[in-house]
């Protein structure tokens, strides 16, 4: 079936670590998106993708890396630089900039 | 900034329409208005969008006014499957270039009440 999968569901890690969220989708998708979402609150946008070998940064990007060397991958990286990793990590694509994103079920990354 | 405003929490009987508002008074002529529904701990599901012509799919119904600067998401029957986050955003058009991302405000929660 196609869709949009990241992977771990949960993670846990030590701090001062840094850690890889993974984030495919075979759904052909150009854009590709990163949200962070904290409990009770709405999500914000760490970094996105118009296409390949390309990447902007969202309002949140400081503390994290992404790369988009494959169409179908979009991983992103938490650094050891972000204060408050812990969250909820949501990934998103869409064939362009104007039509509906496709989510993730998300990573929910805790770091002790 | 987020560039809408929804209120914090509503409540709606099951079996009842629920109407959902979204302010959007700064919104540009060519900026969509999209819908979005989070349920709990799940990623954000698609509901409908549009520009300035009232939509209707299997989910919702969307009622943009005629001066774009507000409008209400449908909900015809409500289920209490459908008490979910409920996020409203505008954006431009893909333009090849220097398009914003995705960007989402704090949104509506729905409870739907038995």
């Known amino acids: 079936d196609g869709g949009i999968t990241q992977s771990p569901k949960y993670l846990f890690r030590k701090e001062g670590q840094n850690v890889t969220l993974s984030c495919e989708q075979n759904l052909n998708h150009d854009a590709m998106y990163w949200y962070r979402q904290d409990p009770g609150q709405g999500l914000r946008l760490i970094y996105y993708?118009?296409?390949?070998?390309?990447?902007q940064k969202g309002d949140i990007a400081e503390g994290y890396s992404v790369s988009r060397e494959k169409k179908e991958s979009f991983p992103l990286t938490v650094t050891s630089a972000q204060k408050n990793p812990t969250a909820f990590y949501l990934c998103?694509?869409?064939?362009?900039?104007?039509?509906?994103?496709?989510f993730g079920q998300g990573t929910r990354l805790t770091v002790v | 900034d987020a560039k809408t405003t929804q209120p914090t929490s509503m409540d709606c009987a099951e079996g009842r329409a629920a109407n959902l508002p979204c302010n959007h008074s700064t919104i540009s002529g060519n900026e969509y208005v999209y819908w979005y529904r989070q349920i709990h701990s799940q990623g954000p599901q698609y509901i409908i969008h549009?520009?300035?012509n009232n939509e209707t799919n299997e989910m919702a119904s969307l009622i943009i006014t005629e001066d774009r600067k507000s409008s209400t998401l449908i909900l015809p029957h409500a289920t209490l499957r459908d008490t979910a986050v409920y996020y409203c955003i505008v954006r431009f058009p893909y333009s090849g270039g220097g398009a914003d991302g995705l960007t989402f405000g704090k949104g509506t929660h729905l409870i739907i009440q038995p």
């Open positions: 549009g520009l300035k």
């Open positions: 993708s118009q296409i390949v070998n390309d990447f």
């Open positions: 998103a694509s869409s064939d362009s900039l104007n039509t509906e994103a496709f």
